[in-house]
């Protein structure tokens, strides 16, 4: 009974506390924080589509002797620039001439023979036969001295067009002849530059579907201009034109070749050397968002979209083309909607927050800027990625 009683006692004492104690208060919700927000709206986006190109002049023609023989004299050197039919190499050809001299005296002996016979024959002492065989003989003497004399002739090497002199692997005194592996050079015409490119199989299809044309040559006409940007990263100061593409995909590498050509007036560029050619392909009435804006959850691109009253919903989009600052949106928002642009990592859904309208920069003016409100962003198939945004 004794314990009950305290046990009583001390269960009367809490009860007591617990009732003189204030209750306490809820701690207050944090304040909803400003987060810069853009409206999404439709614009047309140029998208510079880049591949990496190997140039070649207009003409790349190895000179390789026709004849045996030795290198007797060398008339140009590296990097000269030459003309049609200037003269370029020299090759000793003693012997090419000594049958020719053989076979020119073989003629004229064919010839005398000739003579004799015919008024033999106009006499009727010998039949016409023989002075039919002895023509025949002379026309063989003929053609045989032809092609001596022509041998004779290709030791004498001159340019085929006009361009500019490669290398020069052979020194005088080299022994060279028509199945030598390495050309004597290379003439390369670089007034016009020709870069080549290629699209693999998914590329070719999405240029096919982008330009218009019952063929593929007239899609190939109907393509912009095209710029090359050089190895240090600057852009030629010449635009160029799509020319010609492979009707047949490459079964080995699952490309399409096309060809680019670029006036080359100041020799600035050189046969042999690489650039990238860059397509400008336009977007009419596309959604472009900062980069900063979308994020990814478990492989799907989400932005977090602003409902009228300030709270936060994520939404999965779909991204047709990566730039360096911008992606261009294909499905998944629309034009008036309200995106946090930076941020989004520290947001949740319901999440209320202090929208900030981020201000646009203007771009600055340029001689081929794109026409206003059309933003130009840039995107590589097969290079590093660059961005050039302007409104």
Do not use: W
Request: hydrophobic share 40%; proline share 5%.
């Amino acid at each position: 009974m004794k314990n009950r009683s305290f046990f009583g006692a001390i269960a009367a004492l809490m009860i007591l506390s617990a009732c003189g104690k204030k209750e306490e208060a809820a701690p207050p919700a944090p304040a909803p924080q400003p987060f810069p927000v853009t409206t999404v709206a439709q614009e047309n986006a140029t998208v510079y589509e880049e591949y990496t190109a190997n140039l070649e002049g207009q003409q790349n023609v190895e000179i390789r002797p026709k004849v045996n023989g030795f290198i007797q004299k060398i008339y140009v050197d590296e990097g000269q620039e030459v003309r049609k039919g200037q003269l370029l190499f020299k090759l000793e050809t003693q012997t090419l001439t000594q049958d020719a001299n053989a076979a020119k005296a073989a003629v004229n002996a064919a010839q005398v023979e000739v003579d004799r016979l015919a008024p033999l024959v106009d006499r009727k002492i010998i039949s016409k036969v023989q002075l039919e065989t002895a023509k025949a003989q002379l026309a063989q003497a003929k053609a045989n001295y032809s092609s001596v004399a022509a041998n004779a002739n290709y030791g004498t090497i001159t340019s085929p067009v006009n361009g500019v002199i490669g290398s020069l692997p052979f020194k005088e005194g080299a022994l060279v002849g028509s199945t030598t592996e390495m050309p004597l050079t290379t003439v390369a015409d670089t007034k016009v530059m020709r870069a080549y490119f290629a699209l693999n199989e998914k590329q070719m299809l999405n240029f096919s579907k982008t330009f218009k044309g019952s063929s593929l040559e007239e899609k190939v006409k109907n393509t912009p201009e095209v710029t090359l940007l050089l190895v240090d990263g600057s852009e030629y100061n010449k635009k160029g034109r799509i020319k010609t593409v492979t009707g047949l995909v490459n079964a080995t590498t699952g490309t399409s070749q096309f060809r680019a050509e670029f006036p080359n007036p100041e020799a600035i560029l050189r046969s042999g050397s690489n650039g990238i050619v860059r397509l400008p392909v336009v977007h009419n009435d596309a959604i472009v968002v900062p980069q900063n804006a979308v994020f990814d959850v478990q492989g799907k691109q989400t932005v977090y979209v602003v409902n009228k009253d300030n709270t936060v919903k994520s939404k999965i989009v779909e991204v047709s083309t990566t730039s360096g600052n911008n992606f261009i949106i294909s499905g998944g928002l629309e034009a008036g909607e309200v995106i946090v642009t930076e941020g989004t990592s520290k947001l949740k859904d319901g999440m209320q927050i202090v929208p900030q309208q981020a201000k646009k920069e203007a771009a600055p003016a340029e001689a081929d800027a794109p026409a206003k409100d059309t933003v130009a962003v840039a995107t590589k198939t097969t290079t590093t990625k660059t961005v050039t945004t302007k409104k």
